[in-house]
């Protein structure tokens, strides 16, 4: 992928930020325990966050890619920031698709704007990988519906202004055919929520939300009847692509430090790059994170297209994260002793990157996906 003159500018506005502003303050906000809503502002008002939805509702109107280079240059600074703009784009993508015009005139501009989060609600407590087996239950009442149930392993569970829930309205045997979704606000009457203690992420803080006898009006319900899985799935094939490449923010950053310090750091009376040991593992992780970053900005190049693009979203789903991870560890290893403190970044970007080997869908869940699009129903287990 070689950028046009747009998207170098805004990549390298993006850049910009992210060493000046989220690099130096990555290892403190690590120390966080909910989002930082000046942060989002300072973003929102740059443009970063709305790269590539439509200008009539205050966004950039640029391709998936433009959001893929974004993306990448936020992920080498703060790899938890770089996660806001494919939580707006995806989102706002998703209600201004199928959610009726008084919720897009109301909160799309403010999610745009950074003073708004919204949270996706699909996992439920007893697993996410069958996902379209959830019994969080939505029942009609007159103009209303009536939500029971509870949701679990929710990105910005704590700090989220607004939720999008799928709720079952069908039967169990209507499987993902029996999904509704549904627009909720914080402040609801009947919600409440949890905050988990992660291994990673822990800015933006996952947990559960738990529903009882939440009365949503039937005007808030996102698409029609049936339809909530089918609408959100569509979704993640988008944000899959742009996972892979915050991961290869994060260990480009980790890679250029290791680099850096291999060039100074003697061993032997000899600067230890002189080492193949040390050299040729950073050169493998240089060539494996530089061919899922092409993976992935042709996966987005293909949505821009029009082009079926499922497979190899799961593709960069599956191999992103997981790479970053290996390719940070070799990094802090280069570090020797020094690489064995949470004073530098790598054990952060490590737990951090590990996240998305879970959420999102696991790896194993993408092969499905992968192996579905080669033998079709033949690969799927029952
Ligand atoms: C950082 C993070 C953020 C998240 N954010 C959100 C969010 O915003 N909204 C939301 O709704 N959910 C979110 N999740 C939940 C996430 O989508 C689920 O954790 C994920 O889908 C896996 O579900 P599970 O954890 O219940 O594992 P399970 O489904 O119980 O699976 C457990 C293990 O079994 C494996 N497994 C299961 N089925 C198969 C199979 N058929 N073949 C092979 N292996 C299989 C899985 O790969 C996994 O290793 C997040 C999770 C994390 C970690």
């Not at 379209?132 to 910005?156: P, V």
């Not at 169990?172 to 992660?198: H, L, Y």
């Not at 032997?268 to 494996?288: D, H, N, T, Y």
Request: proline fraction near 3%; charge should be negative.
């Amino acid at each position: 992928m070689i950028p046009d003159d747009d998207q170098k500018a805004l990549g390298e506005a993006a850049r910009k930020f992210s060493r000046e502003v989220l690099l130096p303050g990555y290892l403190k906000r690590d120390k966080a325990t909910c989002w930082d809503r000046d942060l989002a502002r300072e973003m929102g008002g740059l443009g970063l966050l709305g790269v590539s939805l439509p200008e009539e509702v205050g966004g950039l109107g640029e391709r998936s890619v433009t959001l893929g280079i974004v993306t990448e240059e936020l992920g080498y600074g703060d790899y938890n920031v770089s996660q806001l703009p494919i939580n707006v784009c995806l989102n706002a993508s998703i209600l201004l698709r199928s959610a009726p015009k008084h919720i897009v005139e109301e909160w799309v501009p403010q999610m745009l704007t950074g003073d708004k989060l919204m949270a996706i609600c699909l996992t439920e407590p007893r697993g996410g990988s069958d996902a379209a087996n959830i019994q969080l239950r939505a029942h009609r009442s007159g103009d209303d519906y009536i939500l029971n149930g509870e949701k679990t392993s929710i990105t910005f569970a704590g700090d989220a202004d607004i939720f999008l829930v799928f709720a079952r309205t069908g039967t169990v045997e209507d499987g993902a055919k029996g999904v509704t979704a549904f627009f909720v606000t914080e402040g609801t009457k009947g919600i409440s929520r949890s905050r988990f203690d992660d291994v990673g992420s822990r800015i933006i803080g996952r947990g559960s939300l738990f529903f009882e006898d939440v009365v949503v009006p039937a005007r808030n319900r996102v698409g029609d009847e049936g339809k909530g899985f089918t609408q959100v799935m569509q979704g993640f094939d988008y944000s899959r692509a742009l996972l892979g490449l915050q991961a290869c923010g994060a260990a480009q950053a980790s890679l250029d430090e290791a680099w850096a310090y291999a060039k100074e750091r003697e061993a032997f009376g000899r600067p230890i790059g002189q080492f193949q040991g040390v050299s040729f593992p950073l050169a493998e992780g240089e060539s494996k994170i530089a061919a899922i970053r092409q993976l992935c900005y042709h996966t987005l190049e293909l949505r821009d297209a029009g082009l079926e693009h499922t497979a190899q979203s799961a593709m960069c789903k599956s191999m992103g994260p997981e790479t970053a991870f290996n390719v940070i560890h070799q990094c802090l290893l280069t570090f020797g002793h020094y690489g064995w403190t949470m004073e530098t970044a790598h054990q952060q970007r490590m737990r951090d990157v590990m996240g998305q080997e879970i959420g999102d869908g696991t790896a194993n869940i993408m092969k499905q996906i992968i192996s579905r699009s080669r033998i079709g129903r033949a690969a799927i287990q029952y």
